[in-house]
């Protein structure tokens, strides 16, 4: 059983509202990659892409054994 990597916009418009998305910081030289990150990998959209991504390939496994 390979690894899938899916792609598509939805995937991208997501990551790219998360990279956008500005955190204040005591200094304003600090970046907050990993809020950012940890954000982003937290999201409620994130998830629901996953469990999208999930579905689909359920969907291929249902198939599969039939």
Do not use: C, V
């Not at 030289?29 to 996953?50: G, P, T």
């Amino acid at each position: 059983m390979g690894i899938n990597y899916y792609t598509s916009e939805s995937l991208q418009r997501i990551a790219n509202k998360w990279a956008a998305k500005e955190y204040k910081a005591y200094e304003p030289s600090d970046k907050l990659y990993l809020m950012k990150a940890l954000d982003f990998y937290n999201s409620k959209e994130l998830n629901n892409y996953i469990d999208s991504i999930r579905k689909i390939e359920y969907g291929k496994l249902w198939e599969a054994s039939d």
